[in-house]
């Protein structure tokens, strides 16, 4: 077990805040202890800012991706998905996984877009998904993976994909048990966020106990996906410390040990190759 274990934020956006908040925002993270933050783009621009604050900011790693609204959206749809530009960027050390990827079939409140019931929209999201899982086999990455109201068609494309050869994680699990399970089987990390910290979430809260720590990793969305009762205006990756806190009660494990566990899973399923050199 490592000695300088520190708390890890697998899913953020950090392209969303101004420069200068992102420093304020980079030091709490520093002064909670967190050791490593992944910034995840949702199409080439965001990717490519994605690479840009982890080549300037050394507790940050990047992976580059196009979400799922971006990959239905046909005003926007680009045949190619800007997958060769991807490709090139995936190349850089900076360059952890391929995500955000994934598909969603909840309705968009915000853009208005209704999926649940379009099955072109769903079947382009999925077309989509397919080359860029086949993108993250090809370039050996592991992907970070959006799943929302799509578990089904998730797992039986990673199953058909043989996706296990680079495995990955769900970002802000919110499955059933069967599912949680399925994923786990096929080598593939669940990781829990702000959702869990709200007592009402029962269901989270029972699979959170019964999968094995080995299988779990952290997560903030920040600025997105307000923890409860947060005590920052935006949820920022410092935050990752209450979602911490809670995981340890649900395991009755102490704080420090579901740390070290997270800590290793992060390492086993990320390749930080100079990470000796990189601790901030
Ligand atoms: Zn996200």
Known sequence: MEADAKLIDIHTHLEQYAAKELEAVLNHAHDADVGWIVTSGMDLVTSTRAFEIAYKHEQVLASV?????????????????????????????????IGEIGLDFIDNVSTGVSYHDNSLLQ???????????????????????????????????????????????????????????????????LSF??????????????????????????????????????????????????????IAELKKTEQERIKEIIHSNFRALFTVPQVEERIP
Request: glycine letters at 6%; a negative charge.
């Open 193 to 246: 966020g702000g959702s869990i910290t709200y007592p009402g979430a029962h269901t989270l809260h029972e699979i959170c106990r019964k999968i094995p720590l080995t299988g779990i990793l952290t997560e903030t969305d920040s600025p997105y996906m307000p923890l409860y009762q947060q005590s920052t205006e935006k949820n920022e990756p410092a935050n990752v410390v209450q979602v911490v806190k809670v």
């Open 65 to 97: 991706g196009i979400h799922p609204w971006v990959t239905a959206d046909v005003r926007l749809s680009k045949p190619d998905l800007d997958l060769e530009e991807l490709r090139t960027l995936s190349h850089s050390r900076e360059v952890v996984a």
């Open 123 to 189: 079947e382009t999201q999925e077309q989509a998904f397919r080359k860029l899982v086949e993108l993250a086999c090809e370039s050996k990455l592991p992907m970070i993976i959006h799943a929302r109201g799509a578990y089904p068609a998730i797992i039986s494309i990673l199953q058909e994909q043989k996706a296990h050869r680079v495995g990955g994680v769900i970002h802000n699990f919110d499955g059933d048990e069967k599912q949680a399970h399925e994923l786990l089987d096929m080598g593939f990390y």
